[in-house]
């Protein structure tokens, strides 16, 4: 795992240097073991290396034997050593990172239906004047770009596109507004402006000042005729080859264990194959310890276990850090446990596998039966809906109701109403309103609805392709290489992942039951307190922290007076608003505020 940069341009002077060190400096962190850079007239590629594979060869920018093609890569390429068996060429080293070389010598830029795993790489190619990169499927690791002129900038971080000097700091209102509602920055966008992010699946292509993007890999279609013990075996079979392959490694590898069923697997499954494992795990103490579940997958498997709560660190600090580490506004409270946990794990190792994406292969949101719900709506009578209505409402009268009957009857009102189950999915995810948003003067404009072969489907495909790839794997990849360490995810293998989207969602989730498809496979290898418990997510207990008067102080320091920018930005209207209310949206506004004090911004 490692930071790429670089600059591509014909009018700016590479051979200074200056620039491109800042660059690569601004990056150490993502590889802390070794730096490079390679400077060619109209080209330069900066590299920070955190060394996994062939520890003494490795280094980058790595040329190939012409001298006339350079690399940089982060990521891993899961089976390469099948894939250096397969070509005819003359390896020089047994690093991943020259099958790159060696599959452009070969296939040019149609290398990428030939190359698995994790990546964000760029190769320049002196011959031919052009800069040639891309990102992998689902967007594990990043890759951010700005073009000024003819001018191309990139990094795998925004503060390395930054650090040039070239590329101004613009506020982007559209990612601002997202951000709000979403919690998170839109696929492909960045805060900025000026710089935008490679989307998964995509190629770029730099030549002659000109900038084509394409993309490479589509989501599997949906199968229909798929028998469920087929698919277990199946299942079964792939999950196990992705492990095996992700243990690869030249240094030890290690696992968190959250006390989930996706992560749990994945210990069973590694255990299996590196009897030496060692877990890390991380508690709240609020109530929401999921410690008890993770030590008894670590006692049933015997692997070394070390555990981590959030009462062993100062949590307003760790909030004011996130700013550096994200390079923009990032309201996914779980970014300071996993930022925790990553350190930990870091003081042990420098890889770790994950449960990662499971919930969105397999169907374990639990807003996915509320979309299964709003769906069966439309095949039954208007008589029916309407007892079923009356009956629901007449209970919450009676006995009053949890937030599964509150959503329910939210479900039931929008399709009244004629909104369909996306809109549904949608809005069981707004943190800040489209009516608050207003207040402060923002357009919200959402990323684009997946198509599938029903609304469950449909949902599904668009966690993967927005919400995994813009939240999950942004805030897994900052935190993790903010102390230089990799995380591998087993569950986004390309054979196993597509093999998981292709199936009817009625393998994963029914309405009643989640992760049908991971259960029959793999139950018989959990502990039976596993086995009953319920779905709880990783995320941080908001509402508890926000009543904290530590946080409370934080709150004063960067929302309470109306000389902060935030209120300049948003307007004292929307600020004291939204910051009573002590949600997420509370903490979206609290961490864009921290941001705007610490990072560079032009607002207008």
Known sequence: MCGITGIVSQNFDLTQGGP???????????????????VFDHAGL???RLSIIDLESGNQPMRDATAKRSVVFNG?????RAIRDSLNYAFRTTSDTEVLLALYD???????DHLPGMFAFAIWDEEKQRLFAARDRFGEKPLYYAVTGDTLVFGSEIKAVLASGLVRSKLSRRALAHYLNRLYVPVGESIYTTIQQLPPAHALLFENGDLRLWRYWDLPEPRADVALSTAVEEFRSLLRESVEKQLVADVEVGAFLSGGLDSSTIVAVGAGLAPSLRTFSFGFTDGRNELPYASDVASKYGTEHVELHDDQACLPELAETMAGVYDEPFGDSSAIPTFMICRLAREHLKVVLTGDSGDELLGGYPWYRYVHFHDTLSARSDRANALHYFLLRAYRRMFGGGRELHRKLHTFNRFRKGQTPGDTHRRLRDFVSQDDLACAGLDLELSQYHDGSNAVDAAMRTDLTDYMTADILVKTDRAAMAHGLELRVPFLDVNLASFCISLPSRLKTDGRRDKILLREAFEDQWPTSLRQRGKQGFGAPVREWLARPEFRDLKQEYLGSSSQTVHSLLGSDFVDR???RDDDGTWALLMLAIWLNRKPVELS
């Not at 070969?106 to 990428?112: A, C, K, P, S, V």
């Open 106 to 112: 070969r296939y040019g830029t149609d290398m990428l």
């Open 20 to 38: 491109l060190s800042a660059m690569v400096e601004s990056l150490r962190h993502r590889g802390p073991d070794a730096h490079g850079i390679d």
């Open 578 to 580: 939204v910051a009573p």
């Open 46 to 48: 900066g590299h920070t």
């Open 76 to 80: 891993e390429i899961y089976g390469y």
